[in-house]
């Protein structure tokens, strides 16, 4: 298992990136991602990042969780997770799906 810190960002609309680097390469790992749904803006700082083996972040996966009143949590189809406390608090739990790409930036 591979496990990494980060940040999510998501500053409204559907568009959210996550940014965390991979100590092993030092290579940052980036995932771009587009909710169904309109939800509203959050920041995940010090999101951690799981993944049962490196390649778990790369390429097209989809996702699906839960997102407030003061937490994130996404599992991707790729067993990959991401958790964390959101700011601010948001007025209620959403349940959250979509999809993405990660990419490595070296």
């Not at 609309?13 to 909710?35: H, P």
Request: hydrophobic share 40%; net charge neutral.
């Amino acid at each position: 298992m591979t496990t990494m810190r980060g940040v999510c960002e998501h500053t409204g609309g559907r568009n959210f990136t996550v940014n965390t680097i991979n100590r092993s390469n030092e290579a940052q790992q980036v995932f771009d991602g587009k909710f169904v749904d309109d939800i509203p803006p959050f920041t995940v700082l010090g999101a951690r990042i799981e993944a049962p083996y490196l390649d778990a972040l790369r390429g097209a996966h989809r996702f699906s969780g839960t997102v407030g009143p003061a937490r994130l949590s996404l599992v991707f189809d790729s067993q990959a997770r991401i958790s964390g406390s959101i700011v601010p608090a948001l007025d209620r739990e959403w349940s959250i799906k979509g999809e993405g790409y990660w990419r490595t930036v070296f």
